[in-house]
Every structure is written in C-alpha cells, then in structure tokens.
C-alpha cells in the first residue's frame, strides 16, 4: 500500500472499526449484512477514512468521533459503488479485486446491501451517544454529508456521467461532472472533520475546502490516467473500462500528457491551499495529498 506509517495505522483503525460495527448487526439478516460485509471490508484503499482523520488529528478532534465519521462516509462510499456497478448503471463484474456486489450475491441483494449500508451511515451518525459530538456539531455534520451525495452532489454527478456515455463534454463540464460525482464525498470527508472540532476559523476552513475540492480533482484525473495505463489486477476494477463505454475522461479530452502535467500542476496547488496554515501543511494531510497522486491503484 504505502510506507507511511499514518496511512498504514488508519487504514488498520478504519477496518477493525467497520468489522465491529458489522459484527453488532443481527447475523439473521444473512444474506443482506454477508453482503454488507463483503462490500464494505472486502478491500479499498479507505481515502476518504484517512482524510478524516488527518484533518481531525491535525485539529485536536477526539478519535472516538472522528471514528464514527469515517465508518459512515465508508459506509455511503462502498454504498455508491455497489450501485455504481449495477448493470442499470456501469455494469462492472470487478471491484476491490473481487467479483462486484450483485455478482456474487443477487443484483436485489446487492441494491438491499448498498440501500442498508446508506441507511446505516445516518443512523450511526445520528446514534444517541453523549460520549460523541454536541448536538450542534453532530447536525451540521449530518447536513453537510447529506449535501454532498444527494442531488446537489453524488447523485446529480452520477446522473451526468449515465447520460454523458457517448457524448462530448468540454473540459468545464467534465470538472463539473467529478466535482459532484466524486469530489464533492471527498471534501465532506475533510470538512465534516474541521466541524466536529468545533473550531469556527473561516479562514481555517476555506482552506480546507479548497485543499479538498483540488484533492478530489487529483483523485479523478490520476483515476483516469490509471484506467487508461494499469492493468486490471494492479487496479482490481476492469482497466480501460472508460474508453469501453465511451466515457468522456481528461484522458479524451486532454490527451495524457496533458492530464499528467496538470495532475503535477495541482499537486503544488493542493499543498499551496495549506500554506496559510503551517501546523497542517506539515500533518499528514501532505501525505494523504502524496499518496492520492502517487498511488498505483
Ligand atoms: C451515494 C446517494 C448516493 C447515490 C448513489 C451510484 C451512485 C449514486 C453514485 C456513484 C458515484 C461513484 C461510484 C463515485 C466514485 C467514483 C470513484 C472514483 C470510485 C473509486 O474510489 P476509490 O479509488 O475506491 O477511493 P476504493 O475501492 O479505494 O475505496
């Protein structure tokens, strides 16, 4: 994975979290919590878990709330993509390096798994334990993940990118369309830890959300340059699956090596968006920030 040792420590606190969770669910409602579990442990390089906990640590946030948070956004991301693999939508067989959700249980079992593991994410959100945030902090929280995967967000992304197979979009258009998609997750991720600390900067916070909004386009353009260059098995999703669908990607639009110069281009903009803020720009929000960019999967 990486030789970071913060990566290696939350990645490990992300899963024996989630196990846990998984573990209290009633073990009767097998299949449906089999699947859940397959989902949301069977691999996955847990990004937007680490981003919260980098901003949180980085912010004095107490880990027994930054836990809750990362779980519920890991909970809604595998959600999205048991969905996003469905045959109505991608119709992808591989994810994680393993057979997608509804290939290895049935596709009503899979949209049951992905609708649960949703529903779960506010419920532990939402979950009436004092020992978690202040009931201020908890509802903005909620309203901001809430935000960012439903029609003004995730939703309104995925619908673009349905309808855009086949079709030309421009570059703006094509930011856009990731912004919401993917990127919007990722900046509730850093900004929903910069809430729980109940911090009120808007300095502070337009700078996370700037670092964010760039991070999440990095994310989509390295995603794109490894779909267009990896192999299936060193990405365990199918390769060259964009291209298969005629997807626009900044690959067809931008060519390759324009993706790459201005995925370098946005790593120093990414770590510029911090400067103002010397404590986080040497926390492992940099690392994170190194591994989205580097990454080979
Ligand atoms: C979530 C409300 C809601 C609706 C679902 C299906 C759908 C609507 C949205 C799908 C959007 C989607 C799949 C976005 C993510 C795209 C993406 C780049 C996924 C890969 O993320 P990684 O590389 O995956 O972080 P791992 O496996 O490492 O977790």
């Known amino acids: 994975m990486t030789n970071s040792s913060f990566i290696t420590a939350y990645y490990n606190q992300t899963q024996s979290f989630l196990d846990q969770y998984l573990q209290d669910l009633d073990p009767q409602l097998s299949p449906l919590v089999d699947a859940m579990r397959y989902s949301l442990l069977g691999g996955g390089k847990r990004i937007r878990a680490l981003l919260v906990y980098a901003t949180g640590i980085s912010l004095s946030v107490p880990e027994a709330e930054l836990d809750v948070i990362a779980a519920a956004i890991e909970m809604i991301h595998a959600f999205s993509l048991i969905h996003d693999d469905l045959p109505a939508m991608d119709d992808d067989d591989l994810r994680r390096g393993q057979a997608t959700c509804h290939v290895a249980y049935d596709e009503a079992v899979a949209i049951l798994a992905g609708d649960a593991l949703h529903t779960e994410a506010f419920e532990?959100?939402?979950?009436?334990?004092?020992?978690?945030?202040?009931?201020?902090?908890?509802?903005?929280?909620?309203?901001?993940?809430?935000?960012?995967?439903?029609?003004?967000?995730?939703?309104?992304?995925?619908?673009?990118?349905?309808?855009?197979?086949?079709?030309?979009?421009?570059?703006?258009?094509?930011?856009?369309?990731?912004?919401?998609?993917?990127?919007?997750?990722?900046?509730?991720?850093?900004?929903?830890?910069?809430?729980?600390?109940?911090?009120?900067?808007?300095?502070?916070?337009?700078?996370?959300?700037?670092?964010?909004?760039?991070?999440?386009?990095?994310?989509?353009?390295?995603?794109?340059?490894?779909?267009?260059?990896?192999?299936?098995?060193?990405?365990?999703?199918?390769?060259?699956?964009?291209?298969?669908?005629?997807?626009?990607?900044?690959?067809?639009?931008?060519?390759?090596?324009e993706s790459e110069a201005e995925l370098a281009q946005l790593h120093q903009d990414i770590l510029h968006a911090l400067s103002g803020f010397p404590k986080l720009l040497d926390s492992p929000l940099r690392e994170l920030a190194d591994y989205v960019i580097q990454r080979s999967n």
């Open 124 to 257: 532990l959100l939402s979950h009436n334990n004092t020992q978690y945030f202040q009931a201020e902090q908890r509802l903005k929280i909620i309203n901001v993940i809430a935000n960012s995967i439903g029609q003004k967000g995730m939703v309104q992304g995925q619908t673009i990118d349905v309808l855009s197979s086949g079709e030309t979009l421009e570059l703006p258009e094509l930011i856009q369309m990731h912004y919401l998609k993917t990127g919007r997750l990722i900046e509730a991720s850093v900004h929903t830890a910069y809430l729980a600390s109940g911090i009120d900067n808007e300095d502070l916070e337009r700078a996370l959300l700037d670092f964010a909004s760039k991070l999440g386009l990095a994310f989509q353009i390295k995603d794109d340059i490894l779909d267009a260059t990896a192999d299936s098995d060193t990405l365990g999703k199918t390769a060259g699956k964009d291209n298969l669908d005629e997807k626009p990607t900044f690959i067809s639009v931008l060519g390759l090596e």
